[in-house]
């Protein structure tokens, strides 16, 4: 019964509440208005990050990296299109935690067939993950979608960008504890069982992101990103289910129109094996790194504001 509820009323649900939200807001008079250009937009958002007192200069900064290229315009657009629809900004943020719980209800799905036959069964469930991979970058542009949506109607709150906060941690947490309840992390045949990473993980983008708020909260409001930011965690998430996807898939295929092929045993037997790990081990590393550096720049900037208030 529980696995029943779990493989098709759960994604119902989900289903039923992504089906609401667009309904409740296609149907609204949508105002006619003219938006700020991408440039303004971006400026803007170096405003609210501390960054006024030099915007002109970490403009042309960011102009010149993936942020300012890609990550920006994107979400820019993208908002432009959810007002089109009439999506307000907390309608925009509950999407985005929907489709963290389609991810959450995708991994464990798609790792049912894990330990399945390599190369007749384990591919048909693990093609999931290519999916499951754009839903994820999805996911970490729609992260930007909610405020970007806020900023151009010029609504911004902040009951929203709390309500942005939380639901990013849950998020954050979704995308994660989805591999505790699998086998994607265990190695019977050597005795090991890495789950415990995940956990680990979870507690480390907790902490950086606690400190983010803390020294925002002890009126350092400039900050700088490190490379443990969210879109770097979505983008290294992306990645290996990107890997673990392809890789089954194209020995499902091969297994389609020449059963007999074995082109792909050993490196697919490889990919399904080790790429959850050294996802994970991946996220370790970044985590750990950025928040030894992280508090190294708080403490640095703290200790001034002390200075200068003293």
Known sequence: MTELLFTLVFPLVLLFFLIVIFLSSVFKEKPKREFMTCDEFIKDWLKDHGQAHKVEQQFEKMSKDPAGKLYMPITYRGAKLFIKLGISPNK??????????????????????????????????????????????????????????????????????????????????????????????????????????????????????????????????????????????????????????????????????NPSATIWNSSHAWTITWSMFIYQASLLVIMVLSIILFANYIWKNLRKLEKAEA
Not at 168 to 173: A, K, Y
């Open 92 to 257: 925009a943020s509950y999407i985005n935690l929907i489709a963290s719980f389609f991810i959450f209800w995708g991994v464990i799905m798609a790792s049912t067939g894990h330990t399945l036959d390599l190369i007749t069964q384990q591919p048909f469930y693990g093609s999931w993950f290519f999916l499951l991979a754009v839903l994820v970058l999805a996911t970490g542009i729609g992260d930007g979608i909610d405020g970007a949506i806020a900023r151009l109607l010029d609504i911004k709150s902040k009951t929203g960008a709390w309500l942005d906060n939380i639901l990013d941690r849950i998020s954050d947490i979704l995308m994660l504890v989805c591999f505790v309840p699998t086998s994607l992390l265990v190695f019977p045949s050597f005795g090991l069982d890495f789950t415990w990473m995940v956990w680990t993980n979870i507690f480390l983008i907790f902490i950086y992101e606690y400190m983010r708020a803390r020294h925002e909260g002890l009126g350092l409001l400039e900050t700088k990103p490190f490379i443990g930011e969210r879109i770097t965690r979505v983008i290294v998430s992306a990645t290996f289910f990107v890997m673990y996807g392809v890789s089954s898939f194209t020995v499902y295929l091969t297994y389609l129109v």
